[in-house]
């Protein structure tokens, strides 16, 4: 509220070139009858043409863009050219007021949110001595940003055509920088790639690679599966719930039974061929992602997995003594926007399962985020580990045939 009044007071300052609406209702937590019944019955609720929804589920840290949409593929190059530093979060389809405004009014907009300390959102510490105000600020600079954005855009009246009809892929990477491109050349883009990726890997490598992969793909099955395990036997114990008292230890109770059981499977199925069967195994499921214009939008960290190692991989095939930058440079992209999808669902579905207590047992969300977290980590290192295996082995085996003589 305090954001959309300071909003209220710029815009009012320095008019917009259209009319703009503050809608300060409640009931949200109540299945959101307020924002049904503006938008379902109030007449001016069929003159609009966009909506921002201002959301929270933590006391501070950056806003994210969560959603927006659906298709109208204008208000995400709205968001590209006049925020920056721009801050999103994979697609997330939130219960929230967007979503209301989206399904009953069709009226497209973006859902903005802050999720950092969800610890204390929604209990007896959220108040004012928790809010992080730099993030408040923060906040209300982007949304201003953002609506003069679209005021902008809006001014030359309704979009229509491809503008309405494109949805949009996007993502940033670390705030560094913000990627937007149409759902339906990303479709084209992806599949054309992976089908690339995967016909010059069986070329060269045969049905090894193929292997390799399903290899991969069960080390992976098995890693997670030993963490939801873990999190299961935590929650089954007097210690349930201790990662939300403290958070820190989730880390020291999920992240080694994922280490054990892809070391463990790695070892056990003798994985060869690993960076090819790894690409191959993301670019196949860049493929199935990519067959559908709704599960695309979800596609593109299997496809930058598969798309810039499988460059590196030809390139070093041109440039032998630039292998090794290459390899580790190929990886570095896809890396940081997988950890920080991952880092940011910590950030988010932790504290949300554990105030849910006991419909959907915490532990076993977190054990599986941190499961996800250890297979990227594993993603880029698993040559090293290949490496590490291997060693081991040889080790083993000479100390064998010394004590053999």
């Known amino acids: 509220?305090?954001?959309?009044?300071?909003?209220?007071?710029?815009?009012?300052?320095?008019?917009?070139?259209?009319?703009?609406?503050?809608?300060?209702?409640?009931?949200?937590?109540?299945?959101?009858?307020?924002?049904?019944?503006?938008?379902?019955?109030?007449?001016?609720?069929?003159?609009?043409?966009?909506?921002i929804n201002l959301e929270a589920a933590g006391s501070g840290g950056r806003e994210l863009l969560f959603q927006a949409g659906p298709s109208n593929r204008w208000i995400a190059e709205a968001y590209k050219s006049h925020v920056s530093p721009c801050f999103t979060r994979a697609s997330y389809r939130g219960e929230t007021d967007f979503r209301i405004y989206r399904d009953f009014g069709d009226i497209p907009g973006a859902d903005f949110a802050v999720?950092?300390?969800?610890?204390?959102?929604?209990?007896?510490?959220?108040?004012?001595?928790?809010?992080?105000?730099?993030?408040?600020?923060?906040?209300?600079?982007?949304?201003?940003?953002?609506?003069?954005?679209?005021?902008?855009?809006?001014?030359?009246?309704?979009?229509?055509?491809?503008?309405?009809?494109?949805?949009?892929?996007?993502?940033?990477?670390?705030?560094?920088?913000?990627?937007?491109?149409?759902?339906?050349?990303?479709?084209?883009?992806?599949?054309?790639?992976?089908?690339?990726?995967?016909?010059?890997?069986?070329?060269?490598?045969?049905?090894?690679?193929l292997l390799a992969a399903a290899k991969l793909l069960l080390c992976a099955l098995a890693s997670t599966t030993l963490a939801l395990l873990s999190g299961i036997l935590v929650a089954s114990t007097p210690a349930a719930m201790v990662a939300a008292g403290h958070p820190e230890l989730g880390a020291l109770l999920f992240v080694p039974p994922t280490v054990i059981g892809f070391l463990g499977c790695f070892q056990f199925l003798r994985v060869e061929e690993v960076e090819r069967g790894s690409i191959a195994l993301a670019s196949i499921l860049s493929l199935v992602l990519s067959s559908s214009p709704v599960t695309v939008m979800a596609s593109y960290p299997f496809f930058l997995w598969s798309a810039l190692p499988a460059l590196a991989m030809a390139l070093k095939a041109v440039i032998?003594?630039?292998?090794?930058?290459?390899?580790?440079g190929s990886y570095v992209l896809p890396w940081m926007l997988s950890i920080q999808m991952l880092v940011l669902g910590v950030d988010f579905l932790g504290p949300l399962t554990f105030r849910s207590g006991t419909t959907i047992p915490g532990d076993l969300v977190i054990a599986a985020l941190y499961g996800l977290l250890t297979l990227c980590a594993f993603y880029i290192f698993e040559p090293t580990c290949a490496f590490f295996v291997f060693f081991f082995e040889v080790a083993a085996f000479d100390r064998l045939e010394l004590l053999c003589v």
């Not at 959309?4 to 008019?15: D, K, V």
């Not at 809608?23 to 379902?40: K, S, Y």
């Not at 032998?320 to 930058?325: E, R």
């Open 320 to 328: 032998p003594l630039a292998s090794a930058p290459l390899a580790v």
């Open 1 to 51: 509220m305090a954001i959309m009044t300071e909003l209220l007071r710029l815009i009012l300052r320095s008019p917009f070139p259209i009319d703009v609406i503050f809608n300060f209702n409640g009931g949200e937590e109540v299945l959101m009858p307020a924002a049904h019944g503006f938008v379902t019955s109030h007449p001016w609720a069929s003159s609009i043409c966009a909506q």
């Open 115 to 209: 999720l950092t300390n969800g610890w204390v959102y929604h209990t007896w510490r959220d108040d004012l001595g928790h809010l992080d105000f730099r993030s408040v600020q923060r906040y209300g600079e982007t949304v201003f940003e953002f609506a003069t954005g679209l005021a902008k855009k809006l001014k030359e009246g309704r979009p229509h055509g491809a503008e309405v009809a494109d949805a949009a892929v996007f993502f940033d990477v670390g705030g560094l920088f913000f990627v937007e491109y149409a759902a339906a050349k990303a479709q084209q883009l992806h599949v054309a790639v992976g089908s690339v990726a995967v016909s010059g890997l069986l070329w060269f490598g045969g049905w090894r690679v």
